[in-house]
């Protein structure tokens, strides 16, 4: 069957997002009995899984004592690519740039809460710790400490509406400040460490709220797709950050509009049928189009 290919890459992006690709034809074409198909991808897994403004999911809640006084506060992450362990090193620079860290006897830093993988019952797991009334033996307190309360307290987070879903927890959901009186989910230590799972409320998380990326074409009326412009659904099968390879076994070809085109513009969209924003733009995609009536003609001999 005879058909062409149209490469579209980093040159045909429009956007800052790069989300967007326009292929401009040399001089205006016209496609009356058309298909087209994805042939092949080359990128990067590469979009964000935190965007305070696309997902809206950036935030959590922080309550602690500082200089006898309970200061109720955001974690507020930058927009980003983030694992679980990247979720809690930015709670470690957070803890560090606000004072509430410790540094033991051999030079290590103490944090007061963390998060972290249970691969054992597949969940995310909440841990805090008791912030002692006074500095323990040869520890140090550093210069911006948040001083000491007058009673040992853990730091109490607030699960935000949309960063719960990541991490699989209800939102609002609160670690208690006095774990040894919290009657609730989760368990306390005699030491008052709180403990947590994602799987104590049934939920299950999911930190790439976006784990496909839809391909949309405008030029096209995919009567079983909505909206109708998708051709393709990429499902990345490698590590965040590593290439991804993609090319089906067997294309999938969708009818053109009848007309005259200047242009194609594909986009690159969420679950949400949103634009995502694409980290890497090293990008290749691969489009074939075809002449449906040229090939049946070659196929019937004429």
Avoid: C
Avoid at 38 to 61: A, D, F, H, K, R
Avoid at 142 to 164: A, E, K, V
């Amino acid at each position: 069957m005879s058909s062409a290919t149209i490469v579209l890459n980093s040159s045909n992006i429009v956007n800052t997002e790069n989300n967007t690709f326009v292929y401009k034809f040399p001089n205006s074409v016209q496609f009356p009995n058309h298909q087209i198909a994805l042939q092949s991808v080359s990128m990067y897994y590469s979009w964000e899984n935190i965007n305070n403004t696309t997902l809206n999911n950036s935030s959590l809640g922080i309550s602690y004592y500082s200089n006898n006084a309970l200061i109720t506060t955001k974690i507020v992450f930058p927009n980003g690519l983030y694992e679980v362990t990247d979720l809690n090193n930015y709670f470690q620079f957070w803890s560090i740039e606000n004072g509430l860290y410790l540094i033991d006897d051999v030079g290590n830093y103490v944090y007061f809460f963390e998060i972290m993988v249970n691969p054992t019952y597949y969940a995310i797991q909440i841990n805090t710790y008791p912030i002692p009334t006074s500095l323990p033996p040869d520890y140090t307190a550093p210069s911006n400490w948040i001083g000491f309360y007058t009673s040992t307290y853990n730091p109490q987070l607030t699960i935000l509406s949309n960063f719960n879903n990541l991490i699989g927890f209800p939102a609002n959901f609160q670690t208690p400040l006095n774990p040894s009186s919290y009657t609730g989910l989760g368990n306390s230590t005699e030491e008052e460490t709180y403990s947590v799972l994602s799987s104590d409320f049934g939920l299950t998380p999911n930190v790439q709220p976006n784990s496909n990326i839809l391909f949309s074409i405008s030029n096209i009326n995919n009567k079983y797709a909505n909206p109708s412009s998708i051709i393709y659904s990429l499902t990345p099968a490698v590590a965040i950050g590593a290439q991804i390879i993609e090319k089906p076994p067997q294309f999938s070809y969708n009818r053109l509009l009848a007309g005259t085109y200047n242009e194609i513009r594909l986009q690159l969209l969420g679950y949400d049928m949103k634009p995502l924003t694409i980290l890497d733009k090293n990008i290749v995609i691969l489009l074939s189009i075809r002449d449906v009536k040229e090939d049946i003609n070659i196929l019937s001999g004429k």
